[in-house]
């Protein structure tokens, strides 16, 4: 495939925008913050609490880098009226959600209510917003009816979901689809919906997330517990994720043909990880105890997950900077170097300047 002169998120278009970011107080949202913040943003962060210890949103006193932070619960319509009453926003990204399959497996009536409806009240909110220019909802790679063929998912595939959160972004999906039809089109103005992979990165200490586990494992000294160490998934860094996020929001600002819905995943061709040798290499570069399988039979989780990020290479000019490999290299780097000490928000700083001067 022919090299591309990739796009990047552009400090001229962001700079002096007023950017309504929720979930900031997440992994993702808290490197969205720290990287509008680093273009020159206006930043209003909506979010709940954070839900781990310790948290990016802390460690890097994202709250410090907002216009605003409010810490409100997307499923409480009300406060989100409230929280948007007498505010004006160019851009929004909506990344807020319950994230976790097996919690999702734990308690979906939550996880349908934090990711379906907190959507629909964030987009009912909105449509009071008269200087819109764009809105971008980030749902999942797993939105697609997954039949297990091992074939990356394209944008016209089927939704579906056999599991509670994946059903919950599906859904996610044809709500943002059926405000924007209902309302936001004839406002013109671009709502669309991100498909991600699944993304690693510094700063991630949720339940349930391989590399948080192994990092927490190597500071207990302790053995990382892998389910389906055979299964492989579409592995992208933090930054490659929100820079084309953001280089999406550019283009429904910019261009109204842009399309309204795209997938983000790794560079077609690249080599593909398994969740075993992913975390052979993680733990190789803590120095922490190799990982121990111990199966779960009962499981949703799918075994195999690939997404074809083609379309957004060819009309954004945009496609992932780090390989699997890399992405797991840059990953590790960031624990390794907060651990002994570095401060997180000068980690995250340079991390995007290194990913700035890529290539």
């Known amino acids: 495939m022919a ?11 962001w700079a002096g925008k007023r950017v309504l970011l929720t979930g900031h107080t997440g992994f993702k949202g808290g490197w969205a913050a720290i990287w509008l913040a ?27 880098l907002t216009r605003s932070s409010r810490l409100i619960d997307l499923r409480d319509a009300a406060a989100v009226e409230a929280a948007l009453s007498g505010q ?5 990204l909506h990344m807020a959600a319950q994230p976790i399959v097996r919690t999702s497996i734990e308690d979906p009536l939550a996880t349908f209510s934090a990711n379906i409806m907190g959507t629909a009240h964030l987009l009912q909110a909105l449509r009071a917003q008269t200087a819109l220019q764009a809105v971008l909802v980030v749902t ?35 709500v943002t689809q059926s405000f924007a039809r209902s309302y936001f089109d004839r406002a ?50 933090v930054l490659d994720c929100v820079a084309g996020y953001l280089v999406y929001l550019e283009h429904l600002a910019t261009d109204p043909a842009t399309p309204r819905a795209l997938n983000f995943g790794p560079r077609p061709g690249g080599p593909e990880v398994s969740v075993g040798e992913l975390a052979t290499r993680a733990v190789q570069a803590l120095g922490a105890r190799p990982w121990r399988h111990e199966p779960d039979p009962a499981s949703l989780e799918a075994r ?39 401060d997180a ?4 700083r340079d991390q995007i300047a290194r990913y700035e001067g890529l290539s």
Not at 345 to 348: A, F, H, S, V
Request: include cysteine; hydrophobic fraction near 40%; proline fraction near 5%.
């Open 3 to 13: 090299a591309l002169a990739v796009t990047r998120p552009n400090p001229a278009f």
């Open 38 to 64: 680093h273009l020159g943003a206006e930043v209003t962060g909506l979010s709940l609490a954070p839900d781990q210890s310790p948290a990016l949103f802390d460690l890097a006193g994202v709250e410090n």
């Open 88 to 92: 004006a926003f160019d851009l929004v």
């Open 140 to 174: 999942s790679d797993k939105v697609y009816a997954n039949a297990e063929t091992g074939r990356a998912f394209v944008e016209t595939d089927a939704l579906g979901g056999k599991d509670p959160y994946s059903a919950s972004k599906a859904a996610a999906e044809i």
């Open 188 to 237: 013109g103005v671009p709502v669309a919906t991100a498909r991600g992979g699944n993304v690693i990165g510094g700063g991630d200490f949720s339940r349930d997330r391989i590399v948080a586990d192994i990092v927490r494992a190597g500071q207990a000294q302790g053995q990382t517990v892998l389910r389906h160490p055979d299964s492989t998934r579409p592995w992208q860094h």
């Open 304 to 342: 195999s997950l690939g997404i074809d990020a083609s379309l957004t290479r060819s009309l954004l000019k945009f496609e992932s900077q780090l390989d699997a490999p890399e992405a797991i290299d840059w990953t590790m780097d960031w624990y390794r170097r907060q651990g002994e000490g570095a």
């Open 345 to 348: 928000l000068g980690l995250c």
